[in-house]
């Protein structure tokens, strides 16, 4: 293969979060960047109606599935993660609130920097980027969330979420504004509709997704995006080639069923923005593989989290309330020092989640009194399982509880085989650590219970927590770690890779503890930090 394309100054490998605020900056800077995308590019009408048009809203490309989420299995988590052209800002629940202290004080990478100073006025960019505003109004679903943390002493830390959706300036919902976000540069809006659709693709032109604002941006300033282009290599090249290219970056159609048509890109420079699972899966490829960066740390997999999460929930015996109106995380609450909770919904007739859903166990009890404990919740309680597995209306009578705590647990990463991946070759977890990372968090039970008990329905577990005892996290955090030297991290401190100059890590895999809340804000942070390093072209 030989490449048939300009050399790029950077090509940017991923369009979430990190990848678009990448794109946005460098190409104001005046450099050339091509950002590939593995998802496909989605406008709004061409978002599933509900989550049961799965062709739409799941990534299995064996059934021909190419939508906005994808779900992976390490031996001992089950990851929720992104895929499309804006990556995870498609199918996210929109909150963008800022940590807690104890993030900046993470031993991971405190002696480094003041971060709390340092990523001070990128927080500030970052909101205003991406729209930040409280939630003006909330649904059934977030006035339980409330009395729950009243019965639990803890009433006064209940709030709205802060979200990146546009509500407009006293307009009517659906209302078509001009731009209202950057002096006319960008689209033209409308006002949230309070549907409950956010995590299915917004489509009604109200989520501030990153094609409407860093991407689109970017685009504007002349960055190219191919989407459905997986990446397959990255391979240095000889010093002082003509063009400048330091890199050559392998790619092919994701979305092909056959003829996959390789291509090869030259770049100048690489900032890798995959997400945690595309970043870490790519990286151990290209280093035990085909063995195109030999010299990657020994860091690399390291402090890997899960934003020490639990996804539990309510389903509603009665049809009094429809638990699906709002946007899909309104509120949040405070359940103790280390945790916080927030309830999330699904938008009306989304009910495909539901097969996520399994009887409330405490994942700690071994295998056979879990399995004991289920097969008597359904044979006692028929009923009460065809509501929750079988009978319609699912998303307006459940509630999924957020669980999240910054307690610091982690595991380790690495490259390998076993049952979970089809002993294809993956990632896995290291032995010895699979178990780091606790399923059970038993305030979330008790929130759960509470909250079934306020709508008067059925408390549920996670199908991952209930049968495998392992936990679930749409927040997979870590593996590339910041330091001083590659014995410390695989990142410097401008998110440069130890011994590859000019390819950067921007996005999840930075993260150095648990921010104990929705981490997308913090990631749009870190990646504005990583650009104000680079300077101007020239």
Same mark, same amino acid.
């Given at each position: ?103 900046? %004080? ?30 003006? #109004? ?7 969330? #409330? ?9 006064? &830390? ?50 501030? &997704? ?26 240095? +090249? ?9 890199y050559e970056v392998h790619t092919r159609r994701s979305t092909a069923a ?26 151990? #490829? ?52 280390? &945790?916080?909770? %927030? ?6 007739? /989304? ?23 289920? +097969? ?22 459940? &509630? ?13 990463? #690495? ?17 010895? /650590? ?31 927590? /209930?049968?495998?005892?392992?936990? /679930? ?47 997308? +804000? ?5 990646? %504005? ?10």
């Amino acid at each position: 293969m030989t490449a048939n394309h300009p050399t790029h100054d950077f090509v940017i490998i991923g369009s979430g979060f990190g990848g678009s605020v990448s794109a946005h900056r460098l190409t104001e800077k005046g450099y050339s960047a091509l950002v590939l995308e593995k998802g496909k590019r989605y406008r709004d009408a061409d978002f599933a109606k509900s989550n049961w048009a799965y062709w739409k809203f799941l990534w299995l490309p064996a059934l021909r599935a190419h939508g906005i989420l994808q779900l992976s299995l390490l031996d001992g988590m089950l990851i929720f993660h992104g895929s499309g052209v804006g990556g995870g800002s498609l199918g996210y629940a929109n909150v963008l609130m800022e940590p807690s202290d104890e993030l900046f %004080e993470a031993p991971g990478w405190k002696d480094l920097a003041d971060w709390k100073t340092v990523l001070r006025p990128h927080y500030d960019t970052a909101r205003r980027m991406l729209g930040v505003a409280p939630t003006p #109004r909330f649904g059934p679903a977030d006035e339980a969330a #409330r009395r729950i943390a009243e019965r639990l002493g803890v009433g006064k &830390t209940f709030a709205p979420t802060e979200v990146g959706i546009f509500f407009g300036a006293g307009q009517e919902p659906g209302t078509k504004v001009a731009d209202p976000f950057f002096g006319g540069a960008g689209p033209e809006r409308e006002t949230c509709i309070f549907c409950g659709g956010c995590m299915v693709g917004c489509r009604h032109n109200a989520k501030n &997704t990153l094609p409407k604002n860093y991407l689109y941006l970017a685009e504007q300033n002349g960055a190219e995006v191919w989407a459905e282009t997986e990446v397959t290599d990255i391979r240095p +090249l000889p010093e002082g080639q003509p063009d400048g290219a330091r890199y050559e970056v392998h790619t092919r159609r994701s979305t092909a069923a056959l003829f996959k048509r390789p291509r090869v890109v030259r770049a100048r420079n690489i900032v890798l923005s995959a997400g945690v699972m595309g970043t870490l899966n790519l990286l151990f #490829r290209c280093r035990e593989q085909t063995g195109s960066l030999p010299r990657l740390s020994a860091a690399l997999g390291n402090r890997v989290r899960t934003n020490s999460e639990a996804l539990l929930g309510a389903v509603a015996r009665g049809g009094d309330a429809d638990y699906s109106q709002g946007v899909a995380i309104g509120s949040v609450f405070q359940a103790d020092a280390v &945790t916080r909770i %927030e309830p999330v919904r699904y938008p009306a007739g /989304s009910g495909l989640m539901r097969f996520m859903a399994w009887p409330l166990i405490d994942s700690t009890r071994p295998f056979f009194v879990r399995a004991a404990n289920i +097969l008597w919740s359904l044979v006692t309680r028929p009923l009460d399982a065809l509501r929750v597995l079988v009978l319609p209306g699912w998303a307006e009578r459940a &509630t999924i509880l957020l669980v999240m705590q910054t307690e610091d647990t982690q595991t380790r990463v #690495r490259a390998g085989r076993n049952a979970w991946t089809l002993f294809r070759r993956g990632l896995v977890t290291e032995k010895g /650590s699979r178990h780091a990372i606790p399923a059970h968090i038993p305030i979330g039970h008790t929130a759960t219970e509470l909250m079934a008990e306020e709508m008067g329905g059925i408390p549920a577990g996670s199908v991952a927590e /209930s049968v495998f005892g392992m936990p /679930s996290t749409a927040h997979i955090l870590g593996g590339c770690p910041i330091g001083r030297s590659a014995e410390e991290g695989v990142v410097d401190l401008n998110c440069e890779v130890f011994n590859y100059p000019g390819l950067y890590v921007v996005d999840g895999s930075i993260m150095p503890a648990n921010p104990g809340i929705n981490p997308s +804000l913090t990631i749009t942070a870190l990646a %504005e930090y990583a650009m104000s390093r680079i300077p101007a072209k020239g």
